[in-house]
């Protein structure tokens, strides 16, 4: 050894200093991403103060972050407002984002198997999309040391996921009484599948609405769906078949409201004179629909956002200071709703009468 030169570090001696083993470093040093991420970032940070950081690879020194980033289906409206708030957080932290859509191919059938191909592949964290991972799909990612965030979940399977969403009872509170506020008294409610949480949420903030205002809502007028275009023109469909059909619909996304839009133009019915109609997420379909639509609005790209850089937060072992994040709705008002025409009032006017 020459006078000038320094002594090697050996794997032995990092271990000692991190207080691990010589396996775990080997792990990190390697690239593997089967270490917890503070243990990581601990023996990350001697490795590249010792003598070991000429010798590591580059792939190692240099590896960005990558976040698996699972949806349930077909890239609709609402998933790509928020996978453009992913992309957004993602190029700010200088991390990578791989896309899962489940299909034949996405190995999601067999959850023990895909969260090691995801270790294998070099993910560090999976962000879920309206997703209803099962239980043994958390476990899983937990046994991998895979941080997990679910964006807008249908269904929690258990409390501690970390998951990011929007005040669902707040806004369909809004929509509602904002119906109300035109007159309507016969308002429906086409919502999502009735176990998801999101459309529980906004389902009884429809009936928070009607209760306060001393309306009932008659049977027939809540109606279930999966969040999807062709809910909206089967549920409205069957809202307008009724005797008494209802004269405003409040529909639990934008893709349903358009649904709703399509269905009342197949019977003849104007948008907004005939037949009032509010969504929900503030979509660009909401926004470039004819009429324009009054919709309650998610911040879908600050979610997407959110729920990346809480990812990275736990990839790098910080502890967060909540489980479960919630970001504020708005109404916004537009073209899809108008008051209540004054032939309309008498009836329901007249109606009242006959009831009390």
Excluded at 81 to 88: A, H, P, W
Excluded at 180 to 204: E, K, W
């Amino acid at each position: 050894m020459q006078a000038n030169e320094e002594p090697r570090t050996t794997l032995a001696a990092v271990a000692a200093s991190a207080g691990v083993s010589v396996a775990t470093v080997s792990k990190v040093l390697n690239g593997r991403w089967d270490v917890a991420p503070a243990t990581r970032a601990r023996v990350a940070d001697l490795l590249e103060r010792s003598s070991y950081v000429g010798r590591r690879p580059s792939a190692v020194r240099d590896a960005q972050t990558t976040v698996e980033v699972v949806f349930d289906g077909e890239l609709n409206a609402y998933a790509t407002e928020v996978l453009q708030g992913v992309l957004d957080a993602a190029t700010e932290a200088d991390a990578t984002i791989s896309v899962t859509v489940p299909g034949r191919n996405s190995g999601l059938a067999q959850p023990a198997a895909w969260a090691r191909e995801l270790v294998a592949t070099g993910r560090h964290a999976v962000v879920g999309v309206v997703n209803s991972l099962t239980p043994g799909h958390v476990t899983a990612l937990s046994r991998a040391r895979l941080p997990l965030v679910v964006i807008d979940p249908i269904d929690l399977p258990r409390a501690r996921v970390t998951s990011v969403g929007a005040t669902n009872f707040a806004g369909g509170l809004a929509a509602t009484q904002h119906l109300l506020s035109l007159g309507h008294r016969r308002v429906g409610y086409i919502g999502g599948s009735p176990s998801a949480a999101c459309n529980q949420a906004r389902m009884h903030g429809f009936r928070a609405a009607m209760e306060a205002a001393g309306v009932p809502v008659p049977q027939g007028y809540v109606q279930a769906g999966q969040f999807r275009y062709g809910d909206g023109v089967g549920g409205a469909t069957a809202l307008l078949a009724l005797p008494e059909p209802p004269t405003a619909v409040f529909a639990a996304c934008d893709e349903t409201a358009a649904g709703v839009v399509e269905a009342a133009r197949l019977r003849g019915l104007r948008i907004p004179q005939d037949l009032s109609v509010v969504g929900f997420d503030d979509t660009q379909l909401a926004r470039y629909f004819a009429p324009p639509m009054t919709t309650v609005r998610q911040p879908l790209r600050e979610m997407g956002s959110v729920a990346l850089r809480t990812a990275l937060r736990m990839v790098a072992g910080e502890k967060l200071d909540s489980y479960h994040v919630e970001l504020a709705t708005e109404l916004i008002v537009r073209h899809s709703t108008a008051a209540l025409s004054a032939e309309d009032r008498q009836v329901d006017g007249e109606r009242d009468d006959v009831v009390g």
